[in-house]
Every structure is written in structure tokens, then in C-alpha cells.
């Protein structure tokens, strides 16, 4: 590709103050800039700082290839396969990504075998400018150079922050078909900043979403914890509804009115500080489903009970390769629904109250019960049951184990020294 002439705003044309920049981040630009390579802030972080948010990561990339990175840091091991990555460990855990920067490779560059990457790796490498029209949109395609402080545009994305806009960098009927993922990610981010979408991508959206059925299951997967993670599940998965996008992003999730009500409920409880883990997001996704293949107000075994969790759980987490114990987890919190919207008094109450998962199914069903207002005498009547539980009244202490009286037999040993 031709290189495009960018805009490039000085240091006092814009927002971005390397005092909201990650000290570890700083610290790994500064000194790939010392040793005479390129240094940039990259993708989002770039468009937060601009946008007056707070970055949740800092990327850099660089001119530097890999093993010149690996060379500069002594902290510093790389990963990928396709592409390599350096990654340089800092106190605490904390990890900095470094990319080289890429380009779209040439047809003469794409090996003959599909699998076969040998070469693939090394002929990728390119300039700011190619580096900006392989990202997904436009606004995701901005630099900050730590060399002047400057903020570099190749693509339009300072325009569309202004205009609050996100737009696809080049065509999308032809960049969703590289990457179906992109399609989630549009809405995620118009969810995300309040951005609205624009036209293109609505009309390449209608013409390929079933592709996101073909789209690598992990991706899918960790996207839509994302959506989890900024408290935009609820709103995203029902503009998803309203597309067409759902069936072949979620295949089991039915996504009516109701189930998206708990996700919003959920999101706001996220907001309020409290961290989401995956099972009880899976929980949630389905816990209307299985509320209606398990009618409470019916006489039901607890084991078929189970049974039907399984035939909703199971599925979703094979095809997402889920962990068992993650699995288990989700599938005790929808029994545990199942039971406190059974109501008080069957088999098994006693042990339910003491099940350590008891009080994340109430959790759970109390963002239920906002959904179905009907079900709150039974909350209130089962928190003062696990309350009591966690309190025991102390006249009544419960009552201590007998000791077995038989006597030990002594071993082997003592009687024949006896």
C-alpha cells in the first residue's frame, strides 16, 4: 500500500500527559526510544487517554523485531507462534506487551500451505502507517509517539472520536469475513463509549453474521466475558437480539426479555464493585431456560433436576472448552435457583442451607427475583433461614458428635510385646 501523510497533533494540541501513562509502560518506551528504535503507545489505550478514560492496559509497539526487544530486557521472554510477541514481566506480576509493527502480508508472502508458517513470521513486519490499516477501526488506530509526545493519525480515528462514531478501517464486508469477531467487537465498543455505529457496518453485519458461527470458539468466548467485565452484557447481547447475531454467536441463549432484564441486573451489580466470574455469568445466560424446563411449581426429583442442568451446561462449555470445576460451579448455581424458588420444607433443606454455595445461588436469585417480582416473599423467607444458619441461637448450640466407647485394638506390634 501507498503511505498516507498523517495528521499528527504536537504536544500541546491534545489531552494525553505521560503522567496518566503506566510506569512500567514508560519505562519499557523510554529505553527501546534510547537504543534508536520506534516507541509508541498503540490501539486503545491511545483512544481512552484521549477520551478522558482511564487505560485498563498499555500496548507498545515498536520498529524493534522480537529478538532485539528480548536483547534490551533482561525481564523479557516471547510468545506466539503465527507472530511473536515479547512480553516483559515487571514487580507484582505485571506484564507489558511489545509488538513489532505489521502490515498485510503480499500474496508472495502467504505460504503455499495454509499451516505452514515458517516464513509467514518474518515477512510480516511494517511501518506505522501499515500498521495503522491492519487494526479493526479507526478510532483503535492511533499512536503516541514517546520520542515527541505526539499523537499520530492515519485512518480518520481522531475525526471519529470527535464525531463519536465507530467506523471500520477499509471495507467491512471484506474485513468481517477476515475476522467475523469484528462484528461483536463494533457493538461492544458503541456499548462501551456511547458511540453510535456507522451504516457500513450495520449492512455488512445483515450480510455476514452467520460467519460468526465459524469464528475460533476461545475468541468468542473471552468477548463475551469481556462484555461481562465493562458491565455491558445486557445492552450488547440485546442489540445482538435486535440483528439477528444471536443464534450464531450464543446458539442456546433464547435472549428474551427477561434474560437480558438479570444480564443488566448483573451489569449493575458488576458496576457496583463486585467481580464477576465466569460461572456465575454462565448461570446467568441460562438461568430462564432452565427455570422454564424446570418448573418449580411441579413435584420433580432433585436428580432430574440435574439432569436437565447438564443438558443446558454441558453444551456450552464443551463447545467453549470450559473448565469441569467452572462448570460444576455454574451448574450448583441454577439447582440452587431451582430450590429457592421451590419454596421451604422438602428433603434435603438442611444441607442446602449449609452448602457453601448457597449464598451465590441467593445472590443470583435475588437479581432473579428483581426480574420476577413475585418470587421476593420466597427470597425474604430464605435470607432469614441462611441467616439464621450462618447465627445459630446459642441456647440451642448444636449438639456434639458421641465418641465411639469401643476400645482400640491395639496394633500387632504391642501384643506381641506383651
Not at 439447582?335 to 445461588?361: K, M, N, S, V, W
Not at 465411639?404 to 496394633?411: E, F, L, S
Request: aromatic content about 8%.
Amino acid at each position: 500500500m501507498r503511505e498516507t501523510k498523517p495528521i499528527i497533533l504536537s504536544r500541546d494540541q491534545h489531552c494525553v500527559s505521560r503522567k496518566q501513562i503506566d510506569e512500567s509502560s514508560l519505562k519499557v518506551l523510554y529505553r527501546l526510544h534510547r537504543h534508536g528504535f520506534k516507541a509508541y503507545l498503540v490501539g486503545g489505550s491511545v483512544r481512552d487517554l484521549l477520551l478522558g478514560r482511564q487505560p485498563k492496559d498499555f500496548d507498545i509497539g515498536t520498529d524493534a523485531t522480537p529478538s532485539q526487544v528480548r536483547k534490551l530486557f533482561r525481564n523479557c521472554f516471547l510468545v506466539g507462534r503465527r507472530f511473536r510477541l515479547a512480553h516483559i514481566r515487571f514487580a507484582g506480576n505485571k506484564l507489558i506487551e511489545v509488538a513489532t509493527l505489521r502490515r498485510h502480508p503480499t500474496e508472495e508472502e502467504l505460504p503455499d500451505n495454509p499451516d505452514d508458517h515458517s516464513h509467514f513470521v518474518q515477512n510480516v513486519f511494517g511501518t506505522p502507517c501499515e500498521d495503522a490499516f491492519r487494526r479493526d477501526f479507526t478510532i483503535n488506530a492511533l499512536f503516541y509517539n514517546i520520542g515527541d509526545f505526539s499523537v499520530i493519525d492515519y485512518v480518520g480515528g481522531l475525526q471519529d472520536l470527535k464525531k463519536k462514531q465507530i467506523r471500520v478501517i477499509g471495507d467491512p464486508l471484506v474485513r468481517f469475513v477476515e475476522d467475523p469477531v469484528r462484528m461483536l467487537r463494533a457493538i461492544e465498543f458503541a456499548a462501551r463509549l456511547n458511540f453510535s455505529i456507522d451504516q457500513n457496518i450495520y449492512s455488512a453485519i445483515e450480510k455476514h453474521k452467520a460467519l460468526l458461527s465459524s469464528a475460533a470458539p476461545a475468541r468468542i468466548r473471552e468477548e463475551i466475558m469481556e462484555l461481562f467485565r465493562h458491565k455491558i452484557s445486557g445492552s450488547v447481547l440485546k442489540h445482538c437480539r435486535e440483528l439477528g447475531m444471536l443464534p450464531h454467536l450464543l446458539a442456546g441463549y433464547p435472549g428474551t426479555d427477561e434474560s437480558i432484564a438479570l444480564l443488566e441486573k448483573i451489569d449493575r451489580r458488576t458496576a457496583s464493585g463486585i467481580p464477576i466470574e465466569e460461572s456465575f455469568a454462565i448461570a446467568a445466560l441460562y438461568l430462564r431456560l432452565f427455570m422454564d424446563i424446570c418448573p418449580h411449581g411441579e413435584k420433580i426429583n432433585i436428580s432430574e433436576v440435574l439432569h436437565k442442568a447438564n443438558e443446558i451446561i454441558v453444551p456450552h462449555c464443551h463447545y467453549f472448552s470450559i473448565a469441569s470445576g467452572i462448570r460444576h460451579q455454574a451448574r450448583e448455581l441454577l439447582i440452587g435457583c431451582f430450590r429457592l424458588a421451590r419454596g421451604r420444607g422438602f428433603r434435603g433443606e438442611r444441607r442446602f442451607l449449609q452448602h457453601p454455595f448457597t449464598p451465590r445461588a441467593l445472590e443470583l436469585f435475588t437479581l432473579w427475583s428483581e426480574v420476577r417480582p413475585e418470587l421476593e416473599p420466597l427470597l425474604a423467607n430464605w435470607s432469614r433461614a441462611i441467616e439464621q444458619q450462618k447465627t445459630p441461637n446459642a441456647q440451642n448450640p448444636p449438639q456434639k458428635r458421641r465418641r465411639n466407647n469401643r476400645r482400640r485394638k491395639k496394633p500387632q506390634q504391642e501384643k506381641l510385646e506383651n
